[in-house]
């Protein structure tokens, strides 16, 4: 079925460290995987997205990978800030029409500073 | 970016009432929508995709009876929740990308729903 699991579910660092968060997909047609940042009783926003004809792509502190093969990516934060502390969702669009998105459980993110 | 914008922000209604929220986009026009629903410090659940013209597609364990969905037009998307009961306390959320794109997707602002 289409299903997307993320890990962890809470990540709590020291400002200054770097945060990872994995999600792995179960459709292998899937083509684009966006990750979005929530804060708390507002919209999620796209911070970072990659599609499956690259490997790696990096927007200042946030890199995304993504392993085609093991059906794996992940989002890297470098040099966390107390501001990146939000829920971080990845997601993975499925083929079979409409493109649409489903999303990982989330990871709450906490900078301590 | 594009804009996409969701009302009301937030409803208390009666149990057994029902209850429409609308979201639109602003700058662009969109063929499909989607509706997802949120509960309390848990993930993004897709309820349905909307679609201009045509009847919604449920995902599995949807209520189609429950929640009403109407695409009228390519800006305007309304989720009715009919006979609403607490459980249907939520938050709504739709989103949108334009025209035929197939990346980014915009979310409205969400829709606080609790029933009494």
């Known amino acids: 079925g289409e299903n997307v699991e993320q890990h962890p579910s809470t990540l709590s660092v020291q400002e200054g460290d770097s945060a990872v968060i994995k999600c792995t997909y179960s459709?292998?047609?899937?083509?684009?995987f966006p990750w979005y940042k929530q804060e708390l009783g507002k919209r999620p926003q796209l911070i970072i997205d990659?599609?499956?004809?690259?490997g790696e792509k990096k927007d200042q502190r946030i890199a995304v990978t993504l392993n085609k093969t093991a059906k794996h990516f992940s989002l890297h934060i470098t040099e966390t800030q107390p501001e990146d502390s939000a829920v971080y969702f990845c997601a993975a669009r499925f083929s079979g029409g409409y493109n649409k998105l489903i999303f990982g459980a989330g990871t709450r993110l906490a900078v301590h500073p | 970016g594009a804009v996409v914008s969701q009302h009301p922000s937030w409803v208390i209604c009666k149990s057994g009432t029902s209850v429409k929220i609308e979201c639109r986009s602003l700058d662009f026009q969109a063929t499909t929508m989607f509706w997802y629903r949120q509960f309390p410090k848990q993930s993004l659940m897709l309820m349905a995709t909307s679609n201009e013209g045509s009847k919604a597609t449920y995902e599995q364990g949807v209520e189609k009876d429950k929640f009403l969905i109407n695409h009228a037009s390519l800006t305007l998307s309304t989720l009715t929740v009919t006979s609403a009961h607490p459980e249907d306390s939520s938050f709504y959320i739709c989103?949108?990308?334009?025209?035929?794109?197939?990346?980014?997707?915009?979310f409205g602002e969400g829709s606080r729903l609790t029933v009494l």
């Open positions: 989103s949108a990308r334009p025209g035929r794109a197939v990346g980014e997707l915009f």
């Open positions: 990659i599609r499956s004809n690259v």
């Open positions: 459709d292998s047609a899937s083509n684009y």
